[in-house]
């Protein structure tokens, strides 16, 4: 989802450093460390002049960060194991949308496949709609000064109404017998009278339900009030089968708010009755386009799927013309389907224009980028750019770190900020110019984490949030010619302040651990910033973007841990990363690097050189980049690896150089996350 104060423009420092740490530029006339003789180690640490320091070298490289091996279900290398399972839930679902009452209601049939090595004597469901309810648990830890989570205070008749629960049996599935269940908060526990066996063994549930939609439903659904009728955008709208895994098995976190989804893959087969006068968008493929739409915007919807323009199919003024509805007609069903999904998703409104264009893959596959947005949305300052905007950000994303899964993307304008699901995305009606194209390119962002790649949201929202933040600076640099891109550098030491401000809880916790107003730096810019800082400064762009890229293709519809990742970034890249990790995303970690002097050899022939000493102050540990220039101006470069902090405190080196130093400057572009920058510039004393 987008985090209001979100940093979408995340511009890209200079790639120019971002060479191998140990790689010594050919040009720069940068002489080899010099031999550690014990006598110069101990001038460092004897020096007078010496900071105090709080970093500790043992506590950044210690060994055993990981606190398990690799296994045959989740390998060392961080792919998945030889013995990797994974459960899977296909659905049916037939629902009917009460436009007057805000009611969806029908029947879900999940066909839940056990591929783990354990029989199963029941199986958890999530009622994600329960958040809304008075007594919900959600409800009870909104704080005094409110919260955009849960439902901001509706009184209503919220929550899952469960008519029935039955498993079908029989050839056809002819057979239905009730069974027994529990709800507790937003989980539903289905007892089966016979056990689920493992290693493939399917049973299939029906349950009729129903539920009212809340106006607010936590930022990622709801109703937007426009003029020409309601917009709704529906989401966590049937009960879904948690996920059982090799991790903790049964994910039974509930659902209060902050954290997400964390759902199994399966093929989603739905359809949604409404009234005739409204149009239905949703995740997958609409089947039936011949039934719901007019022979005219059939056409339409043809030149659409062949123009790299956006051919509008229900416009401004054909939106309150009942032409622009199939004749005779009070009810349509939409049926939509989408295949090797973890969710789906869907809007109604009676409101909606409608446009679309050709999405070009590069496997050679079309899909076609949509936009739904009611009349208050329209323009070419706003949501009349929707589909440009979409048809971008997913031709991107595919050609530079795996293909587009789904048939169709679609950008709905409704109520909530941003929000994503499979093939569609909820964004604000008012969004405008780059805060629309923001919010399209991070939800769409989204399909690569979590949507392909499903990490566990709603414990580790870093991993698809965060992720996602990362490619989103990418794809608004590449956008039109950099339209969007913002146009100031980025400084990373007032970001690195930022990121690591004391009180910070550490990044790697769960969603719910932290403080709300903390979710848009832990969640989102902190670990995108993580990942920016592996690719420029630390492993540079190819190896770094070979080792994501890695990342995605292994665990493409799968479930991979904190772990996994890491695991998989360290082999692909072939780099221990570990205090890194520890520093950025385990610890709130700061980093302080300062020039203490520059002496020269022979103070009489500053040719004969100096020993420039830098000092670690805070806990951090990063690879050096440093800057020397000389009285005449003669600007040079020195990047010092990670590895000068393994056993080092403070670091000296000897610098050939052929007259006087003038200055030496620690991290010169701003490209670290040094919280200080006012020790990071020694000068010659005039
Ligand atoms: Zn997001």
């Known amino acids: 989802m987008k985090i209001i104060y979100l940093f979408c423009f995340m511009l890209l420092a200079s790639t120019e450093f971002a060479t191998a740490q140990t790689t010594t530029n050919a040009n720069t006339s940068v002489a080899p460390t010099p031999p550690p003789t014990r006598i110069r180690r101990n001038m460092e640490q004897l020096d007078p002049n010496a900071p105090t320091s709080k970093y500790d070298y043992h506590d950044a490289f210690a060994p055993f960060f990981y606190t398990k091996n690799g296994n045959e279900y989740r390998a060392a290398t961080g792919e998945p194991g030889p013995k990797y399972w994974q459960n899977r839930a296909d659905y049916i679902l037939d629902v009917k949308l009460n436009e007057q009452t805000n009611e969806i209601g029908g029947t879900e049939i999940l066909s839940y496949t056990n591929n783990s090595p354990l029989k199963l004597n029941f199986i958890w469901m999530q009622l994600d709609q329960n958040l809304f309810k008075k007594d919900s648990r959600g409800s009870a830890i909104v704080p005094l000064n409110g919260s955009r989570n849960g439902g901001r205070g509706q009184d ?62 936590s930022d990622r659904m709801g109703i937007y009030k426009a003029k020409n009728g309601k917009v709704f955008t529906v989401a966590q709208w049937f009960p879904r089968v948690a996920v059982f895994d090799d991790i903790i098995g049964w994910n039974t976190v509930p659902y209060t708010g902050p954290g997400e989804f964390y759902l199994e893959y399966g093929d989603l087969d739905f359809s949604i009755t409404t009234p005739n006068s409204m149009i239905v968008v949703g995740s997958g493929e609409l089947l039936n386009a011949s039934e719901v739409y007019t022979a005219e915007q059939l056409k339409r919807w043809s030149a659409a799927a062949a123009s790299d323009k956006t051919v509008i199919i229900r416009s401004a003024q054909e939106v309150t013309d009942p032409n622009s509805r199939p004749k005779n007609k009070t009810e349509l069903k939409w049926h939509f389907k989408i295949k090797n999904a973890r969710d789906a998703a869907w809007a109604a409104s009676s409101s909606f224009i409608i446009d679309a264009a050709k999405i070009n893959l590069p496997s050679g596959k079309k899909g076609i ?25 997913i031709e991107y994303y595919s050609n530079k770190w795996y293909e587009y899964p789904y048939p169709a993307a679609t950008a709905v304008a409704g109520t909530p900020g941003g929000m994503e699901y499979p093939g569609i995305v909820f964004c604000g009606a008012r969004a405008r110019q780059g805060g629309l194209w923001g919010v399209n390119d991070h939800e769409f962002g989204h399909t690569w984490f979590p949507m392909i790649v499903g990490s566990n949201e709603r414990l580790y929202g870093w991993m698809d949030e965060g992720f996602n933040t990362f490619i989103n600076s990418l794809s608004s640099a590449n956008f039109n010619n950099g339209e969007y891109k913002s146009k100031y550098p980025q400084d990373k030491n007032r970001i690195g302040a930022m990121y690591t401000a004391p009180g910070l809880e550490p990044m790697l916790t769960y969603v719910d651990n932290y403080k709300e107003r903390n979710n848009g730096t832990l969640s989102y810019s902190k670990p995108g910033e993580g990942l920016t800082l592996l690719r420029e400064v630390i492993l540079g762009e190819d190896r770094f973007d070979r080792a994501l890229r890695t990342y995605i293709k292994r665990w493409a519809y799968k479930h ?15 780099e221990s990363l570990q205090w890194f990790w520890r520093g950025w995303f385990v610890n709130n970690w700061r980093l302080d690097v300062s020039v203490r002097t520059v002496k020269y050899n022979d103070s009489t022939d500053y040719a004969k050189g100096a020993i420039i000493t830098i000092d670690n102050l805070e806990k951090m540990a990063m690879p050096v980049i440093l800057e020397v220039k000389t009285v005449s101006g003669k600007i040079d470069r020195i990047k010092l690896p990670v590895e000068i902090w393994q056993r080092n405190v403070a670091w000296s080196f000897n610098y050939p150089c052929s007259e006087e130093i003038e200055s030496v400057s620690y991290d010169p572009d701003k490209v670290l996350p040094d919280y200080n920058p006012a020790n990071n510039i020694w000068k010659r004393n005039k």
Request: proline share 6%; charged share 25%.
């Open 156 to 217: 209503f008749d919220a929550g899952y109404k469960i008519k029935s629960v039955k498993i079908l049996s029989g050839v056809k599935n002819e057979k239905a017998t009730p069974i027994e269940y529990l709800i507790e908060d937003t989980r539903m526990q289905l007892f089966l009278p016979k056990e689920l066996a493992a290693n493939g063994g399917n049973i299939k549930i029906q349950i009729e339900y129903s539920f009212i939609s809340p106006d607010y439903g």
């Open 369 to 393: 980028a949509i936009s739904a947005y009611p009349l208050e949305s329209n323009g070419d300052s706003a949501w009349g750019r929707s589909t440009e905007y979409v048809k971008s950000s």
């Open 560 to 574: 991979p841990t904190p772990d996994d990742f890491f695991h998989t970034i360290e082999n692909v890249a072939g």
